[in-house]
Each structure stands twice: as structure tokens, then as C-alpha cells.
């Protein structure tokens, strides 16, 4: 790779950190070729990029991106074999994807660490913390539905109050006839 490859990398790389909230880190170093292919296309299909780059230009390009301090990053993650598992929708999704695919019998990739809105995970034992997490979208629908309760309750209790004053008018009424 010549340094002009090397360097649109980088940038490549740095404009990619700097859109997208949530990445995850990877260790495909075990995968045979037809795993990494397997991975690749259940990536694909559920809108995941996922790049195999040296550990090298990914620390250049988190530089370059200056979002965060990633020094700690650095030191735990990038070591060996890396993979980038880029999800500009969720940060639980590639969390999933790694979670069916070992289910399917499966045991690699590994992860080595998440970044998720500037948050970092460390380790493969985070994958249930990260399969946890909630999208936005889905926080929002938990905080109108919350919002949405004592309406929907006092609504419910003045309809349910107006028929059964009906239902005593009604009685009430049938008894003097």
C-alpha cells in the first residue's frame, strides 16, 4: 500500500468516525474465508459496513477525526487482527448481528471494543450490555408512551364514569314508569 493509499484511508476512515455515532471493533483473526464472507453478507444486509484495517491508520484517522480522547482506546483495543463494524442507525445493532451469528454456532468475530455516542466498551463480555442499549427512536416512544399514561387514564376514567351515570339515569328512569 503507498503512502498516498495510506493517506486516503485515513480520510476515508476520518470522515466515516465523524458521521457515524456508533462503531464497533472487532477480531476476525480465527474467521476462515468463508466465515469473514458469511459475516460480511449478514453485514450487508442489515446496513452494517464492516472493514478490515490496519490498527495503524484506524488510530490515525480517530486523530484526524478529533472527536473524542481515544488514547485509552488505543492501548485496550487496538491490537492484532482489526475489523470495523460501522452502524449509522443503531448502536445495539451490530451487538445483534454478533449475537445471531454466534448463535448460529459461530464463535468468532470477537469484540474488542465499541464506541457508542462517544462511550466506550470494552471486551468481548460487553456484547450483552450493548445488545441492551435502546435507539433513540425507541427512548423517544418509551418517554411519550410515559407521557401519554395519566392522559389516557383519566380520559378512560371519565368514560367509563359517564356510562355508568347513564346507566343509573337509565335505571332511575325505567323505575318510575
Given at each position: 500500500m503507498t503512502r498516498e493509499d495510506k493517506a486516503?484511508?485515513?480520510n476515508d476512515l476520518a470522515v466515516k468516525f465523524s458521521q457515524v455515532n456508533f462503531?464497533?471493533?472487532?477480531?476476525s483473526s480465527g474467521m476462515t474465508v468463508a466465515q469473514v464472507n458469511k459475516f460480511r453478507r449478514l453485514c450487508f444486509e442489515k446496513g452494517i459496513e464492516y472493514?478490515?484495517?490496519k490498527n495503524t491508520l484506524i488510530e490515525k484517522a480517530l486523530d484526524k477525526a478529533n472527536l473524542a480522547d481515544y488514547s485509552e482506546f488505543y492501548g485496550k483495543v487496538l491490537k492484532g487482527t482489526s475489523a470495523i463494524m460501522f452502524s449509522p442507525e443503531s448502536g445495539k445493532l451490530p451487538a445483534q448481528l454478533l449475537k445471531s451469528f454466534r448463535s448460529k454456532g459461530e464463535k468468532l468475530p470477537l469484540l474488542k471494543g465499541a464506541?457508542?455516542?462517544g462511550s466506550f466498551f470494552y471486551g468481548d463480555d460487553s456484547i450483552s450490555v450493548l445488545f441492551k442499549l435502546k435507539s433513540k427512536n425507541e427512548l423517544i416512544g418509551d418517554v411519550i408512551g410515559l407521557l401519554q399514561s395519566p392522559a389516557k387514564n383519566v380520559i378512560s376514567a371519565l368514560q367509563s364514569g359517564g356510562n355508568k351515570l347513564a346507566g343509573i339515569?337509565?335505571?332511575l328512569s325505567e323505575k318510575n314508569q
Open positions: 486516503q484511508v485515513i462503531f464497533y471493533i472487532t477480531d472493514k478490515v484495517v464506541s457508542i455516542d339515569v337509565k335505571t
